[in-house]
């Protein structure tokens, strides 16, 4: 049955110059990063009580994962009912060091060695990112740019330890790792000095990337954030900074889509990073009136990013990553959710029929433009969408659900907090 709705969706895509099959394949070719931290409400497995640094994962829902075995058991759940090419992006904190006190800046690959083993015998790829909160270190609300040269240095060792942790990961998968930096310094009121505070975050990125790495499988990437809890009034890794840090220095810029103003879309900055940054991630969220890292849903936002891409055709130079974090559901399908509804804005895009806009548009016909541009928005796409799935071997529509609910009957449930 699925077979002759698809047939029929492609025969009605075809009228208006849209080949199915062929973005079937560009999607499935379109890597998505998992984030490891959803699974456990960003406490990583270094001691941290309590998240600290402008982040909060709000609710109790039971069946969090308590350990790196517990944590990939889930994640592999999560991947079944997920298509496509899917890479795993792991923090820091997520080490496992043996019962031995191991402190951030002291990090090694060997204490990652499980997650890699894991990811072998999976055939994914890894991203990494240090971890630059809940620490007795981050306290102040300040990390690179402490005033405390003692502090910095801890960080800065710990930004550099995180790079050569990243190439580990490239040299023995032999593929590309993204190493994004963020650290949430910042002020809760007013400061007083706004430069001081950027002066030192420069000084210390200067040199974390000061050495460069033996090749050039590792995007170094740097995130901007205009606020964050207990940093409503200032933050020193604002856009403009690291936009002009990364340009300077030919480094990769994450764009997070919760960390801009509300009324603020990342879409329309993609083509213009593009022109000056060598490569470009987006971490893909959903802020609900601020940067709440509500599960991200197939909205307009991630659906106006999704068209950008599709239309600039620059997925050499963007890596797609999830980011957020809620405790309040049960969290395998939080992942299943975000990273499904991340896909369908991707094939959503890939069926447009981009080559008759963009002649319309050439040809200063805006009403074509505009016309077609609507008409593609009632086009069968359910039907290509479980096509695909089917292609990918994960349930289609909401079969799904299903499962999700007998992990957590037969694994979940059993989990004590």
Not at 164 to 182: C, G, P, R, S
Not at 321 to 350: C, E, H, M, P
Request: with cysteine.
């Amino acid at each position: 049955m699925s077979m002759n709705l698809y047939r029929e969706a492609q025969e009605r895509y075809g009228e208006i110059g849209v080949d199915t099959d062929k973005a079937i394949r560009m999607l499935s070719q379109i890597p998505l990063s998992i984030h490891c931290w959803q699974g456990d409400d960003v406490i990583g497995f270094d001691g941290a009580a309590r998240l600290s640094g402008g982040i909060l994962a709000t609710g109790a829902y039971p069946g969090r994962a308590r350990n790196a075995e517990e944590l990939r058991r889930d994640i592999e759940t999560a991947f079944s009912l997920i298509p496509g090419t899917k890479r795993l992006n792991l923090h820091a904190m997520y080490a496992e060091t043996n019962g031995e006190k191991v402190d951030r800046d002291q990090l090694e690959p060997k204490h990652f060695d499980g997650w890699l083993a894991w990811a072998k015998s999976l055939g994914i790829g890894l991203d990494f990112n240090p971890s630059f909160f809940s620490h007795p270190l981050a306290e102040s609300g300040f990390t690179l740019a402490h005033a405390d040269p003692s502090i910095r240095n801890f960080w800065v060792r710990h930004g550099i330890a995180s790079r050569q942790i990243a190439q580990y990961f490239a040299d023995e998968l032999k593929d590309t790792v993204v190493n994004n930096l963020w650290v949430p310094d910042g002020y809760k009121d007013t400061p007083a000095d706004r430069l001081g505070p950027r002066i030192r975050l420069q000084d210390s990125l200067d040199q974390i990337y000061h050495d460069s790495l033996p090749n050039d499988r590792v995007v170094d990437s740097v995130e901007s954030k205009l606020f964050g809890i207990g940093s409503e009034s200032y933050v020193a890794g604002s856009h403009e900074f690291y936009l002009g840090y990364a340009a300077k220095h030919a480094l990769g810029l994450c764009l997070d889509m919760g960390h801009f103003h509300p009324t603020e879309q990342i879409a329309d900055k993609i083509s213009s990073v593009l022109l000056f940054i060598p490569k470009l991630v987006l971490h893909l969220s959903r802020g609900v009136r601020w940067d709440s890292d509500h599960i991200v849903v197939w909205n307009d936002d991630i659906s106006n990013v999704a068209h950008e891409l599709a239309r600039i055709q620059a997925w050499d130079r963007v890596h797609l990553a999830l980011d957020y974090f809620d405790a309040s559901i049960n969290r395998i399908g939080a992942w299943v959710i975000g990273a499904r509804s991340v896909q369908k804005a991707l094939l959503s895009a890939l069926l447009e029929p981009s080559e008759i806009l963009r002649n319309e548009e050439r040809h200063g016909s805006y009403f074509k433009r505009l016309a077609y541009l609507e008409e593609s928005k009632s086009m069968p796409f359910s039907a290509v969408w479980n096509y695909y799935c089917e292609t990918e071997n994960v349930p289609g529509n909401a079969i799904w659900i299903d499962s999700v609910l007998e992990y957590e009957r037969l694994v979940l449930s059993k989990r004590e907090s």
